[in-house]
């Protein structure tokens, strides 16, 4: 990871992505006991630079095939990690990469969505594994309910909470 | 040590420790797959 964190910083500091943070199952992991996953995904504010309304993850893929990077399907593997880029989307994703947190990984700074978004994200992605993700970080206690609620209702969510409870949560 | 207090004391490791835990989760995820002991690659996110 040490290996895919430094090229990926690399990129940022050259300007081809702008911030950006994990999520997903890595992200989890942060706050979690670790859970196996294939890949990391790293969610990612594309520069505006960009001509057009779509915008492309060509610039990321151009920097790091040159570097060593194999693009295998919707991955492309840096070091021993397959990296799923996912350009932020939505003003949920945007305000996850304003607040996430600083941490490091074998000395390479990198940063974490809060625990609440990726609860947040994982609710609004709603596919099982999201909701046996969200309900660990409700069990562990590693989530501030009332942030995540201010979360959801800012974000339209809590029409996915009330169902989540209603299955998971109530007797 | 319970279940519960494992969970705990897992998640309370460093994220670089615990990276390395889901590194070596998944070297063995794929050497089970390679054996052909399961047909799929395990799926992310």
Do not use: C
Request: charged share 25%; aromatic share 8%.
């Amino acid at each position: 990871m040490k290996v895919t964190l430094e090229l990926i910083n690399q990129m940022q500091s050259q300007g081809v992505i702008g911030r950006y943070a994990i999520g997903g199952a890595v992200g989890a992991t942060f706050y979690l006991e670790p859970a196996a996953t294939f890949d990391v995904d790293i969610f990612v504010i594309l520069p505006t630079t960009q001509s057009g309304p779509l915008l492309s993850l060509s610039p990321i893929y151009e920097f790091l095939t040159a570097r060593g990077g194999r693009v295998e399907g919707e991955h492309i593997t840096i070091g021993s990690w397959p990296v799923q880029f996912l350009p932020a989307s939505d003003d949920l994703e945007k305000e996850a990469l304003e607040q996430a947190v600083p941490t490091e990984v074998d000395g390479v700074r990198t940063w974490v969505m809060t625990a609440e978004h990726l609860v947040a994200i994982a609710l609004r992605t709603g596919r099982p594994k999201d909701h046996a993700r969200v309900l660990q970080f409700l069990e562990t206690a590693a989530v501030d309910r009332k942030q995540l609620e201010s979360i959801l209702i800012r974000h339209g969510l809590l029409p996915q909470w009330e169902r989540f409870q209603e299955k998971y949560l109530e007797k | 040590m319970d279940k519960q207090e494992w969970r705990k004391r897992m998640a309370s490791l460093s994220f670089s420790q615990k990276i390395r835990i889901l590194e070596k989760l998944r070297e063995r995820s794929l050497a089970i797959t390679a054996s052909g002991l399961r047909k799929n690659r395990p799926k992310g996110r």
